[in-house]
């Protein structure tokens, strides 16, 4: 399955708030873009894992990540976004997330596990992404995943923990704040 435009129109609009001004970022993304409306799933997780790369180095990846996911609405999962709203409760729509989320974005997915006394919601990758890439991609899935439950909830402050692979050291203060 190809990726959802909506979703794609949502990374260019946010990247586009914070290095519009740059050429060379937009150009980069906008060439990025081009590619994987035409690409094979295959080549849409390599291309969407370069871009994330290209856009950590820019920037603070932890921060840019935070900001994309802070504005990334759920309507920018296209048909999915309907099923994740109208779950009975938030561990409905998590394992909704994790089980076809990845029919709708490339180079991420998703597995949900839950006890009586947590939820672990973990983020992996399709393809090897460097530090800064899986740096922006972990904190913009954060940042969705917070704005999600306190949709549900009507509180803020719910991931407790982030558990960091030996790729993210170096950003455990970042993912802090």
Known sequence: MKI??????QIKRIVSDFHGHDGKVMGSVNQALDVMHAATLDKQHR??????????????????????????????FGDVSLGIKT???????????????HQVVPLVDYSYN?????GRFVVGFRVPIDG????????LVALMLESEVTRWTGRSGHIKKLELTPSSKGYEAAYRK
């Not at 779950?87 to 076809?100: D, E, F, G, Q």
């Open 132 to 139: 800064k890439g899986e740096a922006l991609v972990v904190s």
């Open 47 to 76: 291309v969407l894992g370069d871009m994330m790369s290209l856009i950590g180095r820019w920037t603070n990846p932890v921060e840019i990540g935070a900001l994309i996911g802070k504005r990334m609405p759920v309507t920018s």
């Open 87 to 101: 779950a009975p409760n938030l561990s409905y729509a998590l394992r909704l997330v994790a089980s076809i989320h």
């Open 114 to 118: 839950e006890t009586k006394s947590e």
């Open 4 to 9: 959802q435009p909506t979703y794609l129109a």
